[in-house]
Nanobody
């Protein structure tokens, strides 16, 4: 059974940094696209960053140059390094694993990131 568990969220001041982790189990991690999404209450969930099995990355314009997505296939874990955090980065961050060709997608339970002074 697929399981994605996010960790690393919390409260941080503007300009600070956080590192989110997404530990997976029950999936062939190395063949999945991994992604981070975020959602603010009342808004749709939006893409933050994705990384392919080969390591190609894609970022939302709002986080380019500040966030870095990575993956460790030996640990079946994806990461999101967030620097220069802004108030508007406050959201629940969700990890996603997607095998597009087979139409499989899985979500984590989310981790809260709050940027506040």
């Amino acid at each position: 059974q697929a399981q994605l568990v996010e960790s690393g969220g919390g409260l941080v001041q503007p300009g600070g940094s956080l590192r989110l982790s997404c530990a997976t189990s029950g999936i062939a991690f190395s063949v999945y696209n991994m992604g981070w999404y975020r959602q603010v209450p009342g808004n749709e969930r939006e893409l933050v960053a994705t990384i392919t099995p080969a390591g190609s990355t894609n970022y939302a314009n709002s986080v380019k140059g500040r966030f870095t997505i990575s993956r460790d296939n030996a640990k079946d874990t994806a990461y999101l390094e967030m620097n220069s955090l802004k108030l508007e980065d406050t959201a629940v961050y969700y990890c996603n694993a997607a095998w597009v060709r087979l139409g499989r997608t899985y979500w984590g339970q989310g981790t809260q990131v709050t940027v506040s002074s």
